[in-house]
């Protein structure tokens, strides 16, 4: 039976209750885990009350803002949990971003901007973030990342993102060939298309769900909660032997051809 009972988990990139990130710290909290959420900060204040009204009736542990632009703030999230846990054995990774304008269109058009903003963001923050937890995972751990099929192939309207997944699964293997030794395993989840707030930003989505709807064995695209289930066995002791690797919750539409 999946129990993460006695576990600290920090969940981010929770924006609303459609985030995938949402149905993972769901998932974490059935099974027992102790919560840590962050949010992107605002000025007005509005992403704390919006994501601290959501994640209430899971009684995290912590609440922290935590914008991954910022080194400090996201040292000072360490600190926090230093304080309060110890120790943390699981981080989950929801964090992407691009400008909407890069989202469709010609990839070419991209400009050098927007290219580092998707990766820096979408990439460099896993590096960031396990470089941040790695003196804390003192028991071993699980880092768990979301990733898309747009990383492997060429998905219209995806663009830089594409890209910016492509490095994000690199990061995973680097990042799990240099913890492993400490017993901290790294894995992404490729989850098929969501209709999220993020992927909303993405020319086409609606067509993209439906194509894979039409497509995918099981004619249908996926839940949130699949992939929180996902998430949760990755960070559970049933997922001893896995590191390194990326794991499709897609309905089975990767293996499809034409």
Known sequence: ????????????????????????????HQAGANLGVTYLPDDKGRMEKKVGDLVAPLNPDLFLPCNVQDEA?????FDAIASKWGRVDVLIHCLAFANRDDLTGDFSAVSQDGFNTALNISAYSLVQLARAAKPLMTDGGSIVTLTYLGGERV???????????????MN???????????????????????????????GGILDM????????PLRRTVTQTEV????????????SGITGQILYVDSGYAIMGM
């Not at 998905?155 to 699964?169: D, F, Q, R, W």
């Not at 769900?209 to 497509?215: A, D, L, P, T, Y």
């Not at 929180?228 to 997922?239: E, M, P, Q, V, Y």
């Open 155 to 169: 998905v219209p309207n995806y663009n830089v993102m594409g890209i910016a997944k492509a490095a994000l699964e």
């Open 172 to 202: 995973v293997r680097y990042l799990a060939a240099e913890l492993g030794p400490q017993k901290v395993r790294v894995n992404g989840i490729s989850a098929g298309p969501i209709r999220t707030l993020a992927s909303s930003a993405v």
């Open 209 to 216: 769900i439906h194509h894979v709807e039409e497509v995918a």
């Open 73 to 77: 703030q996201i040292q000072s999230t």
């Open 228 to 239: 929180g289930n996902t998430a949760a066995f990755l960070a559970s002791d049933l997922a």
């Open 1 to 28: 039976m999946l129990n993460l009972a006695g576990k600290n988990a920090l969940v981010t990139g929770i924006a609303n209750n459609r985030s995938i990130a949402w149905g993972i710290a769901q998932q974490l």
